[in-house]
């Protein structure tokens, strides 16, 4: 009997001691984060600052956005939407070019209390919105890039240009890239400085005419379709080859996206890599859980330093049975906040995303403070602002 008893109890200590071996084999991959449980900061309706959702009617997009979230300092808050001068009398799939307003409500960040608000005649499709580090406004349209002062006083404007919509301008706020319509139809991409609007750098190269660009201060990263490659270029300088950690055979290189001048963030999957231009390699680390995935850099926030970062994670949901016309989806699920001295996941929070059930599209945008202590969310249920923990002495 006593040996029987014996057993059993070093068969506890055995299962005791996987247990906790597996647990801290997880949290060192990063793939133990708690989601929060604690209030937001402070949360309100959009509707008090005067965008409803409707998903009965068509929702025009600032760029990506349906509401553009941004921090404009570490004490103002941003929110940015198109509304049409006129209700459609049916709803059509895609609407034409009907004449609308770029609505700006910015808020006290801390308080969620509205400061001040804004709005610029435009068009329902090709309009987007940025903050410039020195507290100017960028307004761009399908024809046109306007610079406009922080009390809203046109100061420049750009005919017959473009820019990217899910991209406008570099991490630190002070660069820009524009496509310059030029003689022969083609559109010429070129940096500018975009408190100036003065070129800082420009190429004519047919290899990167369906390119797509993203750019810090000091470099400029392009990934081509045919073939499918990367080529960096620092301003001024050539394009070479970029290798990422990248494996040629591989069908997708990844999604990219700079966090301050030279330091880089790629997805893959369910797997996010941080390293230096020149190749050092600062982390990788799956997904905080199980299931989650990244599927977009659309949905990213970069604080100003590149100290911090946060994207949203997706998760498939549904069954799958053709009888039934029942298919698997993606859904929004998690935003993660990541912290680059940490060389991890520092935060987690539950977002509502994609349902079957009404509403049936449920988006999440998101943004980052310059210090990188404050995270915003805005849906169509609302917006939250969270405080997020400070960095802890990396002893690594």
Known sequence: MGIEIKHQ??????????????????????????????????????????????????QFRVGSDPVKIQFLNDGRLALAWITADEVAKKRVAYPSNVPAHLYLSILDAKTGHQVSSHRWACHSWGVTLAY??????????????????????????????????????????????LFAADGGGRQVPEMFDATTFEVTDSWQDLRFDAASFIYSDRFILAQTRTPRALFIREIGNSWISFSMQVDPKAVNLGLYEFLNDDTLVKILGAEITVEKVQGSELFTQPAPERGLWFSSWQTSAVSRDGNRFAAVLDR???????????YPYSSDDRVVVYSVPRRSAIFSVHVKGTSPWYPRTMWNRIAISRDGLLLGIVSNEGVRVFNLPSDLPNNN
């Not at 247990?19 to 990063?30: F, V």
């Not at 990217?164 to 991490?171: C, D, E, G, K, N």
């Open 132 to 177: 410039t580090a020195t507290g100017q406004w960028i307004v761009t349209s399908d024809e046109s890039v306007t610079l406009y002062s922080p009390s809203f006083e046109k100061v420049k404007e750009l005919q017959l240009a473009k820019t990217q919509p899910f991209r406008l301008v570099s991490p630190s706020g002070h660069s820009i890239l």
């Open 316 to 326: 498939t949901k549904g069954l799958r049975s053709p009888k039934l016309d029942m």
């Open 9 to 58: 109890f070093q068969l506890i200590v055995l299962l005791f001691c996987v247990g906790t071996c597996r647990l801290i084999s997880l949290n060192a991959q990063g793939l133990e984060v708690q989601i929060t449980q604690e209030p937001p900061l402070w949360a309100a309706e959009t509707k008090q600052f005067g965008y409803e959702a409707d998903p009965s009617r068509v």
